[in-house]
């Protein structure tokens, strides 16, 4: 999964959910991605997975879209 932030980062995690629902869940993070430039205390505004390859765009409210591979 990829979490953006106001900060300009973009996370990215591996989560797994266990149908136990007493295990709790595994998240661990990949890696921070840094690109966007903060504008009036706001970073990225939106992610979105590429649905064949193995790439992730994320655009920011510096008006950048950042293609990472």
Known sequence: LASG???GSVHIL???VY???LENALI?????LKGHQVKEGEGVKKIKFHP????VFSTGFDHKV???T
């Open 19 to 21: 149908t136990d629902t």
């Open 66 to 68: 950042c293609l990472w």
């Open 5 to 7: 932030s106001n900060d």
């Open 28 to 32: 661990l993070p990949l890696k921070i």
């Open 52 to 55: 064949t390859q193995p790439w």
């Open 14 to 16: 591996h989560a797994e």
